[in-house]
């Protein structure tokens, strides 16, 4: 397919590889799937969780990039292009629509979040968990939460850190970003893994997440396990296809897609056995929940030895690779912006910028003064918008680029962009037209209750 408008593609197949893995390493990784796997019994979710990944996750990831890269456009007007040369609806350009909503609504709240670590670097740095216990780590975090302007100060400096790099645009901005950070983001994993090997607990976190206890898996731990591979890998949106959009003909879809998963679930069990490592050492709940980094590591931090340089190190292993998936958050939107209207990326990065941070404000009220506002199912701003993409647009957008690419597009052109044949192939299109799309029907009748 030809594209139409001149567009800007990653330098190489390694830059791709490090920006898909930005995307998908993030705030999911370091902050849910710990608090995930503690409150959902460790190893069974753990082990459902990589299954998943093995065989929803990967198989949607390369379908994602490839429908990008056929497309050689934005979402919305790629999903259509792609209709057209199957000769399918043009309806199909909604899945483009809805998925760059999601990415706006996703970052809204990804952002207040963002914003909390930031705030942990600073009180990290400046020593504030020197010496706490368990009932002052919480206190400082729910007087914190309660602090509304506080809260939107944070977020808004992360709404300008994620802009400044996506106005830059895809080589001087994401490009280099994820140049930068990522690296660094490994660098200080492999620090803090040493760390808390040496300090920790390290043989409980490996018995807590990896010993098979099959007894353990609900139906609720593989319902979750599923939707949090959409989300880890940041699928069903259209951020890895806008990414697979600026990715170069030559390179491997299928290569590279088991490079970026791999690195991924890597860093995720990576992070997890250093928090456990912690967790257990200090004899802390792993099953807290939402706060569990927040509530728990600066106990722990607080009490080790160089614990607020340790501290630091780790937040800002955050707050990077919370970073580098924001960026991808609102690329469906700006890529949309760019090719459609006069606007350039800078003022494209404005205009959404500013959307996403009135949102985002509406968000941080709503763990303070507005935490009695009840949008949907009684689920308060902040709920209401992570269950809504999470749980139902994710896996949508997931399902229907299935469908598409499973059954509307043409075998010829799927075979071309993936570069795979017999077997492999066969493999492929099973798991694409059967299994990811049973396996995401399943996650909504669970919601709906019909299971
Ligand atoms: N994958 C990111 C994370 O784990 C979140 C994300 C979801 C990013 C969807 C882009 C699209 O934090």
Known sequence: MTQTTHRSHWSNRWTFMLATA????GLGNIWKFPFMTGVNGGSAFVLVFLACIALVGIPLMMCEIML?????RNPVDGMLALAREAGASALWKWVGVVGLFAGLLILAFYSVIAGWVLDYVVRAASGSFKGVDAAMAQSQFNTFL???????LWHSLFMVMTMSVVARGVNAGLEQANKILMPALFAILLVL????????????AVRFMFT??????????????????FFSLSLGMGAVMVYGSYLQRHVSIVRTTFYVAIAETAVGLLVGLAIFSLVFAYDLEPGAGPGLIFQTLPIAFGQMPAGNFFATLFFLLVAFAAWTSAISLVEPAIAWLTENTKLTRKQAAWLIGVTDWILGIAVALSFSVWKDVKLFFGLNIFDTLDKLTTNILLPLGGLLMALFAGWVMKTPHVQDELGLAGAPYRLWRFTIRFISPIAILMIFMYLLGLV
């Open 193 to 204: 893994l040493g760390y808390s090997m040496a300090v920790g607990n390290f043989a409980a």
């Open 68 to 72: 990008g890269r056929r497309a050689q």
């Open 22 to 25: 930005g995307s998908a390493v």
């Open 146 to 152: 309660a602090t509304p302007l506080e809260l939107v």
């Open 212 to 229: 098979p206890d099959f007894s353990k898996i609900t139906p609720g731990a593989v319902l979750s396990a599923l939707g949090h591979a």
